[in-house]
């Protein structure tokens, strides 16, 4: 399936559920792969809005951002998704979060 079509289809999708967090992030994921970062980061921010604890969207968020040169923003996000995955006891994404704030460091 076409990138094109798998965005129409989470958009059907964000229809009927518009707070779904993972069709949320996966938009986020699209839009990123397409090299729309912008996009990207808004559909992360929404994913996170529906699940603040959704912890991938942060590390992803960040990827976005730092490839917008937006180095501190990207620091920041990760910060803030580190603590939330400590908090909600996900522990490979904290890791994954703190080895990348260490690189972006």
Known sequence: MATGERI??????LEA???DAFCLYSMGQEHAKQGALLEAVQWY???LEADPDYCYAYFHKARA???LGKVDDAA?????????ARSCGDSHAASEMAS???ALS
């Open 100 to 102: 990348y704030l260490d």
């Open 17 to 19: 559920e518009p707070k």
């Open 8 to 13: 129409a289809l989470l958009r059907k999708m």
């Open 76 to 84: 920041a996000t990760l910060r803030s998704g580190l603590e939330h």
């Open 45 to 47: 921010d929404r994913t």
């Open 65 to 67: 951002l730092e490839q």
